[in-house]
């Protein structure tokens, strides 16, 4: 049980290792074939958006918004599998309850 318990701290300890190193690692995702780019960190924060002055027409106010929530979507989705990798590297693949 004493095994158990250092071996749970460990753990605890490289997580939040984990979680200093992905606020520094950055994933990027594009929209509209690059007219918009968003860079997050690994804690899901924008940390750039970038947007191209071809699309910034007060007539598609709308597609911009669009190609703006596409970009941001899939930097999350690019975000939380760089978190998901990283915790199986940590876990060995295990699956621990609360984590995965």
């Known amino acids: 049980m004493v095994d158990l ?14 979680q200093e190193e ?11 074939g690059g007219m918009v780019k968003v860079v997050m960190n690994g804690r899901q924060e924008i940390l750039r958006l970038e947007i191209d002055p071809e699309v ?3 007539q598609e106010v709308e597609m ?12 999350i989705r690019r975000s939380q599998q760089l978190w998901s990798e990283e ?6 693949g295990l699956p621990i309850p609360g984590i995965l």
């Not at 911009?64 to 596409?70: F, G, K, N, Q, T």
Request: glycine share 6%; net charge negative.
């Open 5 to 18: 318990m250092k071996q749970a701290q460990k753990i605890k300890a490289k997580m939040e290792e984990l």
């Open 22 to 32: 992905m606020a520094q690692r950055t994933v990027e995702a594009s929209a509209g």
């Open 56 to 58: 910034v027409d007060p």
């Open 64 to 75: 911009l918004e669009d190609l703006i929530i596409a970009a941001v979507n899939e930097g």
């Open 87 to 92: 915790l199986q590297k940590l876990t060995g």
